[in-house]
């Protein structure tokens, strides 16, 4: 089974360390190794890339490693990816067109 790691529990996101690919069911650890749940992708996760562990709704803060890291700008539900397409970064300003091209080479279901 492939794994996500939850780096503190107050987090809403977990890191896939391995690529996953959609519906498939990824083991949720924490910094520690102990394995805190389960989650269905809803759609294709690169390693490396950021998975919802429960909900987010829009405008709430993305929190990776007890860091607010970005705010949702659509509803984001748990189980979907977690990246340009759904969230916006607190610490830089990405332009729209490069986020198109993010979504484009990673080809990012939306």
Known sequence: MRKAIQLAAGDN??????????????EIISANNEVVGEMTCL??????????????????????AGYPVGRAITPIPAGQLVHVQNVRSLRLDI??????????????EQ
């Open 43 to 64: 759609q294709a996760i690169p390693f490396g890339n950021k998975i919802a562990v429960r909900a987010i709704e829009p405008e709430h803060t993305i929190i990776k």
């Open 95 to 108: 332009p729209d067109t490069i986020i198109q091209e993010i979504i484009k080479q990673m080809r990012i």
């Open 13 to 26: 996101v977990a890191t896939l360390l391995a690529d996953a690919v959609k519906g498939e069911v990824v």
